[in-house]
């Protein structure tokens, strides 16, 4: 599978989450331990490359101090045992079922494309 480009990613995520209430984000890697660049991105910190994201509760005062809306400041040794890294068909299959608030993919019976197109427009 060839890496993901800017445009694609673009395209993807405009489209994707078009009708969902969702954060999406990205950001460079700077660390050899991954867990410490998830940080960068839930601090909201903008991807210095430009990459498109959706963040719908940015905008929103209440979510300050609410445990509901992500994230809070949380230290490295807190949020390392939370994560876990995921193949690339689990990727494409959480990004397809966050595009539905019951994160499920029986949303995608919305969308023009079949499956396996919104699989591949997942992946760039």
């Not at 405009?14 to 940080?39: F, I, K, N, Q, S």
């Not at 949380?74 to 959480?94: F, M, W």
Request: hydrophobic share 35%.
């Amino acid at each position: 599978m060839p890496p993901v480009d800017q445009t694609s990613w673009d395209a993807a995520v405009r489209h994707l989450y078009r009708d969902a209430y969702a954060y999406v984000a990205t950001g460079p890697r700077h660390h050899e331990d991954w867990g410490l660049d998830v940080l960068t991105v839930m601090a909201r910190v903008p991807d210095p490359r430009g990459w498109v994201g959706v963040d719908d509760a940015a905008q929103s005062p209440e979510r300050e101090g609410d445990p509901k809306y992500p994230f809070a400041d949380h230290t490295p040794e807190y949020i390392a045992p939370r994560l876990k890294e995921v193949d690339q068909g689990s990727a494409e299959n959480l990004l397809l079922a966050l595009t539905e608030s019951g994160c499920t993919l029986a949303n995608l019976q919305y969308f023009a494309e079949s499956p396996d197109e919104l699989r591949a427009s997942a992946t760039g």
